[in-house]
Every structure is written in structure tokens, then in C-alpha cells.
């Protein structure tokens, strides 16, 4: 999958070209921008032209600084590298760094491998607040970033491990923080019970403020409870987390849908958190939808039936429409309720659907065929009965400027016969129930004008977050929306500048223990990534309450936690103790340091001794040193494996763990 | 010494030599040498030199002494063929091997302590004898094995870890070696690779006796303030004589030189070193000058680095001796033990 500038956000793609380090105080880390569309293919397309812009805005800066440093000065010098600013050494940590709620995942895998399950749980509590919930259904944003995809080839089963915390820890009621005897005499009000309103209460309800939830459905949990269903995500598991938050203090109003958002505010709350999700599937409005109407159900709406045990049966053939996650569960969930034959139908290529690449194998390993390039026609009824679809095959064609038309082929229109179709082809968000009139902006899309950062709209005392801020993602993203809009509410509600965020908490700690002992395993591990033992198929599909992934047990979540680079024990340089005795050099295994002559930066990446193609990873830059030359350090393919220290003589090279810890709204 | 194993992975653009091998695939067992040594660098540089070159390892033999410096051949080519012999006693079991199998690159990896102490005697006879080897003396001037004694390469004057003041006179390996008649001398620092590793190419790809004297830093016992064989010593007084290309058969010069300042000598295979001077008074072919030049230097506390000495036209000791060019253990039993008719015209020849 070519995904070269391209990043993912909030399920749309965008593009992204990193800056380099001299021209940073002037464009900025990286320019970036969004592509305004969901396709894979479309946005490949699009980059181009959005990649030459930008290249051609650092290279207009580039001259622009040979300019300013006159005529004879026309070499630049990459500038010593400021560890001291805390997301250098953060950046060197991709898992971290590529989790929105930047959980320091290094630290809770060592403690796995230590077998203190407990402290693992609680770092990603503190982090993710969800840790079971998270370690079964996460998006997993962490592993394609994970170091291993560059230096080995599958990445550390990241999430899976985040489970295994989870599984084995004891009781952690006693670590979870508390609320303070006194409140603080602030009402905070949360519409929408799901992980993004869980968070912020979770994290206000410490700074003793007085908090209520407001929930349409009789239980808290949101998309958790109703959207994934429990072969994936056992309910105790759900509910243990739920209540976790629950049982802080949190007054619950269940069964109690808002429809005004405009009376609402006239009630006695000094901020109002919108963490309703994005819950009203999209319909497929094509012939003989209104004729079989009885047969036809939206995907999340049919999850959440079967989650309230509303319904417990489907028809013997059921179509699934659409390539999303929702979709594999919809299918699986069918096959389940009893279903014989089900089909997972999609327009697009099979290469280009939405669904995680481990759902569309689990889906498969359940014998559930994808058909791919078939767009819906029609609905087929007799006697008012659903009895099947037509489809048209298609191709998909790209023109000159990249986008993506499904061009039907020659072949005759495909009919499948079915007794239930479930649409499961996309989510809208659905304010409905706010008024235009309150001073509550809405832009692009329809949705709320809302501060990236901050989470605020244009409405002072209302916040949004997780899927109401920006449409549909992963429980990820809702819990580092909760934490930052914990910060800005409770700034709002202090008449402190919402703007001014607090700096992450950082630590580093030198890891030697002894001449030749270091306080981490650096010994790395040349396992394959190991698979995650599954219930028997028979057995699995019998109930829809038998969890299909049992986890690993102790000894394999212990051997696959070796195979983490430990990222974050950074390598750590002192120029004033180094000799320049090249020990460090000749030890590398995968040639990351240079002692060279600084220059230009990508002068400098062509010379290294392997050249530093990757410009998405940073290069650590020294000062200069008395041979007048620099060490210059490729962080991409180092494997943090110590070796450069052990071998120095002097200890100008460190192994130092670097914790970075987001600021929380406590902290 | 070093106690975490070096992980086999290596950068995924780690480029390939002829032979489809990586830089890695040269390297030996992990060092048990005191971290910072100078000697592994220059085992890093034998790497470097041989990957370059695209070396079958299988077609090297490590020969070694006694001594810090004659331990490095387990750090490098695990590949190759390797005899660590008795204490200053490696050029015997060279000249032995190499009057078996000519076919063989032997590497001689040795120290001041082997070469200049103990096993001075053997040292000068295969230079001497114009022995084919490439010599690598690991020169810290000191023992580092036993606790750091002056060797005798050590400068006059420099001062031992504990303060005391070397009162001899030191060895000059270089010059010895020239005025031995050896074809091929050089000297180096381990931490100049871009120095060490073509002087290396260059000695490998030489026929005859060639020497590389290479000042390696002890981080342990001699490296401080006093010492004149330090890192932050040898960098001051460095006294770079010319710079070396080595060009391989077949392979166009690249690098620019200035005009006047540059001397193609010829190889015996038809490869090419190409030498700029960097001292206009400095003739690397020419014998006394080098000689002359290298005691100035020692009078002006400089180390004089490079390629000291060519001599393109010298013979080796199998050419001299009229050595047969088969290894001996490619004969046949026929051809080794021909019989008794051969024996009688062989004698009847003596009459």
C-alpha cells in the first residue's frame, strides 16, 4: 500500500511533507493538508500535485535563507538538535508518538515482560482510560508506526498486548483516583455517554467537579456497547471499564435523549460536553427500498438491537452492503444470529476497502465471501417480500486528475438472493437537535465549527469531542478529545486562558547499572510476530457471546513483548566527554552514526554512510566537535539496542528512558 | 569487553560488494577488547578494506602473536582461515604457510609488543626476505595486557598512566622495515579510516612484504595527558605525507587532484594507486628521503602518515626463491613422492 505523504486523520486522508530542520521556524514542523476525501486511490492521485506545492514552498524558503546569509555564505548547517524540547525524543518513540492519546507504549510492554500486568494497566489507564476495551477493538494507529516495519517486518502486537494488562491484572480499585470530599461547586454537563464524554469526566470528576451524563439509551458506553459486538468485546469487560468512571461519582441520566440543545443551556450547568457520536447510519435509497422496508436494516442500528437483546434472529440468506468495520461486524454478528449464507457486498475493489485489515481476515476466516465491484440497483420483492438484490459490476477508472469512477462493465447485472440486507456503508453525525440560533457555529459538512485544539465551538461553554467534533474514528481518538477538552473546561470554568496548554511531563533517566549493566533488555528479539490463539471456529460461531480471541496467555504475551525495540531508552549524546574514537561508528549494526562535516541538510543525508532517505525521521545533530566535525545520528533504523554506549569509553553515549506523558487536566 | 550480542539486522539499504555480500557479512565475533580500543577500529577498516575490494573470505588467512593487537583477528572475516601462534613467532607461521599456498592473502595481525619486543627478530627477516603479507602492526606503545609498561616503540619522554617518564629510545617500525628493503611501508592512525582503509586496499593488492604501521590508541593505559601516542596527541601531530586512492583493475580514476601533485604506481596486477603528495619536499619512491624524512619528523615530535615507502619493482620471496606457484596440497602423491628413478637422475645430476 503506497501511503508516501499520506496520513489519516479522522478517516479522511491527508497529506503531509516533513520541513526541513533549518527552515522549521519559518513553515513549521511539516506542512500539511487535508485531501478532503476517504479513498485510498483518490488521494494517491491527489497527492501529487499537493506534494509539488509544498516542496516547491520549502524550496522558495530554502533560497530565500541563502539570500538573507548574503552571497558567500551560501552554505547552510543543519542546527544542533534541542533534546531538551520534548517532542525531539517523543518523535523517536513512532508508537507514542502515533497514538492520539500518546500512551507511552514501551513502558507498559517492559512492565508486561516484567510481569507487573497491574502497573501496565494502569499507565494506559491513565492514558487511554479504556485498557480492556482498547486492547479487543482499537484502530491501532501505533503499529504501522512501529519501528519494526522499517527494521524487521510485522510490528509489535501492540494492542493485543494492551490486553494481556488488562487480562492479568488484579484489583485495581484502590489506584483509581478518587474523587475530593469537597466539589468545587462547578456543574459540568455531558450529553452522550460514550468513551470522549467518559473521559472528561473521568478526568474532571478528580478536580472535584460535579459531573452529568446524559444518555439516550439505559447504559453508558456508547458506540462501545452498541456498535461492537460482544465476540469482540465481552460485556463484563465493558462494563467493568464503564463502571470504573461510573462509580467515580458520575451522576447518570439514562433514558434521557436531549432534543434542544437551546432549553438545555437554560439549565444550571457552566459547561455542557457533546460527546454524541455519530450515530444514524447511512441508507441506500434505490428502487424497492420502500417495498421490502421490513427486511432492510442499517447496520449500527441492527448492532445495537442485538446489543439491547432486542432482536435474536435474521433470515437464513442476509447481504451485507459495504467495506467498513461495521460491515465485518454486521456479517459476522449474522452468522451468529443464525444465518447460513452471508455475503459482504462492495462497490469498490476489494483493495480499497475501509475495514481494518485484521477484520476483513477475521470475517474471512468465518468463510464469509467479498464480493467486490458490485454496486447496488435495486431491492427485489415479491408479495411485498425481499427476496434479493441486483447489482451492477463495475471497474474503477481513474481520470487525469485522480478521481475514481465505477465504470459498469458489459456483464449482465448479478442477482443474489437473500431474505435480509444490512446497509452498513457509512455514518453521519446528527445535530439535529441544536439549534442555528444559539451562537453555535456550523461549517464544512454540516458539523460544528470546532477548535482543533482546544475542543471548544463557538459557543464559550460548549466542548465537543470523539466522533461529534469531527465525524467517525476510533475510541482512541475520543479518549485523547476527553483529556484535552478536560484541560479546556476546566481553564473556561477557572476564567484561565483555554488557549495557554499545559507542557507534557518529561523524564529521563539514565539506564546504566554498572560497567557493562544496563537496566533495560537489549537483547533483540528475532521472533516472527505471533498470532493470537482463537476460540474453535464451531464453538465461536455458536453464540454471539463467545469472545472469539482468547489473548495471549502469560508466556507468549511475554515472548512477543520482547520483540519491542524499547524506543524509548533514548541514545543519548554528550559532546563534551566524546574522544572521537569511532568505537560507536564501527559497532552500529545498522549504521545510524556519522561523525561527518555539517552542511545543508540534504547534503548531509546523502552523505551519511548509509544515505538518510526517510525524512520523516529526524537526525540527531551534535555540536561541533574538535575535529570540527559533527556526530550526526539517523534515528530511523536505530534499534536503541545499547551497543553505541557499551562501547564508548568515555559514556558520551547514554541509554536514557525518555517518558513523555501527556498533559492531563490533574497533572 | 562487551557483553550484549550484536544483532544480526543490519540497515535495509546496506549496499552489496561484487560478491553479493554486505559489510556485515566481514565481521567476526563481538570484541572483547576494552571499549574505545584503537584496535577495533582498525578491525572495522580491514572490513571495510576487504568488503571493498570483494574478498572471498575463505581465500584470506589471519595470522597472528601474542597481545591485545593479535587477539583482533577473531573480530573480523570469521570467514577466513586464522592461526594465532606463539608470542612473536607469527611471521614464522607465515613464512610456512605461505611457502604451502601461495594462492592465500595473508593477513599479519600483530603489536609493538609482538613485533617490536619479542619478536623483533622474525619481523625484520620476513621483511628481510620480502615474505608476501600484508603486516599490520596494532601500535599503542604499550603493554595493555600487563597492566601498561612502556613497549619499545614508546616515545622518549612520554609518560607512563602513573606518571612516570619513558627514558629509552623507541623503535622506529617504519623505518626499519624501509631500510630492511621492504617493498611496501605505510603508516596510519586507527582513527583516520579515510586514510587507513585504501592504505590497506592498497598493501593487500601489493606483492611482497608490505607494512602498515598503525597507531592505535590504548584507552586504558595510554591514553592521557604525557602520552604521545593518545588520540588527542596523535591528532595534533599528525603529518599527513600524501593521500591515497586505490583504483582496482578496470576502474577509471574519478578523483580530482591538483595539477603537478599526483603519481600513478602501478601495481603488479595492473591496478593502480594513485598518490597526491601533500608535502611537495616528499617522494614516496624514494628510499632515502623517506628514511631522512622520518627521522626529521621524530626530531620535531611529528608522526609522518601515509604511504611512506613504494617500491613498485621488488620481487617477492617466491619469485626470489623460484617457489613453486602450486600450493602444496594440490599435488598429487605421484607428483610429491615421484619415486626412486626420478631420486637416481636427481642424483646422478650431483655428480
Known sequence: ?667 | MTYIVKPVNHHPNLEKNALGLTRRDYEGTISTLCAGCGHDSISAAVIEACYDLSLASDQIAKLSGIGCSSKSPSYFLNQAHGFNSVHGRMPSVATGANLGNQDLLYLGVSGDGDTAGIGIGQFMHAARRQLNITYIVENNGTYGLTKGQFSATNDQGSKSKYGEENVLAPIDLAAMAIQLGAGFVGRSFSGDKDQLVPLLKAAMKFKGFSLIDIISPCVTFNNHAGSTKSYDHIREHNESVSSLDFVPIGQEIKTSYKEGSIVDVPLHDGAILTLEKLSKKYDPLDKGLAVQSLNEAEKNGKVLTGLLYIDPEVKDHAEILNITDTPLNQFSDQELCPGSDKLEKVNASLN
Open chain 1, 1 to 667: 500500500m503506497d501511503t508516501k505523504y499520506l496520513f489519516k486523520r479522522h478517516n479522511t486522508y491527508w497529506v503531509k511533507v516533513a520541513v526541513p530542520k533549518d527552515l522549521r521556524k519559518e513553515l513549521g514542523f511539516d506542512l500539511r493538508t487535508s485531501l478532503h476525501t476517504h479513498e485510498l486511490s483518490e488521494a494517491q492521485k491527489l497527492r501529487e500535485a499537493v506534494v509539488a506545492d509544498f516542496k516547491s514552498q520549502i524550496f522558495a524558503a530554502k533560497e530565500n535563507l541563502k539570500d538573507s546569509n548574503g552571497k558567500n555564505s551560501i552554505k547552510t548547517f543543519m542546527p544542533v538538535t534541542d533534546t531538551s524540547d520534548p517532542q525531539y525524543y517523543h518523535k523517536v518513540v513512532d508508537c507514542q508518538y502515533a497514538c492520539p492519546a500518546h500512551t507511552p507504549v514501551p513502558e507498559y510492554i517492559r512492565k508486561i515482560s516484567q510481569n507487573k500486568y497491574t502497573e501496565a494497566y494502569m499507565i494506559n489507564w491513565e492514558s487511554n482510560v479504556f485498557p480492556g476495551i482498547l486492547g479487543r477493538t482499537c484502530d491501532r494507529p501505533c503499529e504501522p508506526a512501529c519501528r519494526r516495519t522499517r527494521t524487521h517486518e510485522k510490528p509489535v502486537a501492540i494492542c493485543r498486548l494492551k490486553r494481556v494488562a488488562a487480562d492479568f491484572k488484579d484489583d485495581v480499585s484502590d489506584l483509581l483516583p478518587k474523587a475530593p470530599e469537597k466539589s468545587n461547586g462547578k456543574k459540568i454537563a455531558l450529553i452522550g455517554g460514550g468513551p470522549a464524554s467518559l473521559t472528561v469526566a473521568r478526568d474532571l470528576i478528580v478536580m472535584g467537579y460535579e459531573c452529568t451524563l446524559f444518555e439516550k439509551d439505559p447504559q453508558a458506553g456508547g458506540l462501545m456497547r452498541t456498535n461492537i459486538p460482544s465476540f469482540r468485546l465481552p460485556v463484563e469487560v465493558l462494563d467493568a471499564e464503564v463502571d470504573q468512571i461510573l462509580n467515580m461519582g458520575l451522576k447518570t441520566k439514562f433514558n434521557s435523549e436531549i432534543t434542544s440543545l437551546k432549553d438545555f443551556l437554560k439549565e444550571d450547568f457552566d459547561a455542557v460536553f457533546v460527546g454524541t457520536g455519530a450515530p444514524k447510519g447511512k441508507d441506500l435509497n434505490i428502487e424497492g427500498r420502500k417495498e421490502a422496508e421490513a427486511n432492510i436494516h442499517i447496520g449500527i442500528d441492527f448492532l445495537t438491537s442485538i446489543a439491547f437483546e432486542h432482536i435474536d434472529s435474521i433470515g437464513k440468506k442476509v447481504i451485507v452492503l459495504g467495506g467498513g468495520n461495521t460491515a465485518m461486524d454486521c456479517c459476522r454478528s449474522s452468522l451468529r444470529l443464525g444465518a447460513e449464507d452471508v455475503k459482504v457486498v462492495v462497490r469498490s475493489p476489494f483493495s480499497q476497502m475501509k475495514a481494518s485489515e485484521w477484520e476483513i481476515e477475521d470475517a474471512m476466516e468465518e468463510n464469509i465471501p467479498i464480493l467486490e465491484n458490485h454496486v447496488p440497483k435495486k431491492f427485489i420483492h415479491e408479495a411485498g417480500r425481499l427476496v434479493g438484490m441486483e447489482f451492477q459490476k463495475v471497474e474503477a477508472v481513474f481520470d487525469k486528475k485522480g478521481n475514481r469512477s465505477l465504470v459498469p462493465t458489459s456483464e449482465d447485472p448479478v442477482m443474489l438472493e437473500c431474505d435480509d440486507v444490512l446497509v452498513a456503508i457509512g455514518q453521519d453525525n446528527s445535530f439535529e437537535w441544536i439549534e442555528r440560533d444559539i451562537g453555535l457555529e456550523f461549517g464544512e459538512w454540516d458539523m460544528p465549527v470546532v477548535n482543533p485544539t482546544t475542543f471548544q465551538s463557538t459557543h464559550p461553554k460548549v466542548f465537543f469531542g470523539g466522533d461529534a467534533a469531527w465525524g467517525p474514528e476510533n475510541i482512541i481518538w475520543a479518549a485523547a478529545h476527553g483529556h484535552q477538552a478536560a484541560i479546556s473546561i476546566h481553564k473556561f470554568c477557572q476564567n484561565e486562558d483555554i488557549n495557554d496548554r499545559p507542557s507534557p511531563g518529561t523524564n529521563l533517566v539514565s539506564q546504566k547499572m554498572g560497567l557493562h549493566e544496563w537496566s533495560y533488555d537489549n537483547d533483540i528479539s528475532q521472533a516472527k510476530r505471533f498470532l493470537v490463539p482463537k476460540e474453535d471456529q464451531d464453538t465461536a460461531l455458536k453464540s454471539l457471546k463467545i469472545e472469539v480471541e482468547k489473548g495471549f496467555d502469560p508466556s507468549l504475551a511475554m515472548e512477543e513483548a520482547q520483540r519491542c525495540l524499547n524506543c524509548d531508552v533514548q541514545t543519548v549524546f554528550s559532546e563534551s566527554l566524546c574522544i572521537e574514537c569511532d568505537a560507536c561508528v564501527d559497532i552500529c549494526p545498522t549504521d545510524c552514526i556519522n561523525f561527518m562535516f555539517n552542511g545543508p541538510e540534504d547534503e548531509v543525508r546523502q552523505n551519511t554512510r548509509i544515505p538518510a532517505l526517510n525524512i520523516e525521521q529526524d537526525l540527531l545533530i551534535s555540536k561541533i566537535l574538535p575535529t570540527k566535525r559533527t556526530m550526526i545520528k539517523d534515528e530511523d533504523v536505530c534499534l536503541h539496542c545499547g551497543l553505541c554506549a557499551e562501547r564508548c569509553p568515555t559514556g558520551a553515549w547514554d541509554m536514557q528512558t525518555f517518558l513523555y506523558e501527556e498533559a492531563k487536566v490533574y497533572s
